[in-house]
């Protein structure tokens, strides 16, 4: 995802209780949502809640 994205990206706040699991994920990610600062795994959330949304409006 290229800066565009990151732009024009918002930050979603579910209301939703929240999971805790265990993930692996390939360290050169990690490491670059890490770089960005503080918050990594909110953004991860946020990509992750962003790519399930779009996915659901493809399928209905």
Known sequence: MGEEFWARATRVHS???????????DADVLDWF????????????????AYYEAMSRKQK
């Open 15 to 25: 209301r939703e209780r929240k999971a805790s699991v265990h993930l692996r994920i």
């Open 34 to 49: 890490k770089a960005q600062g503080a918050g990594h795994l909110t953004r991860m959330n946020a990509v992750l809640r």
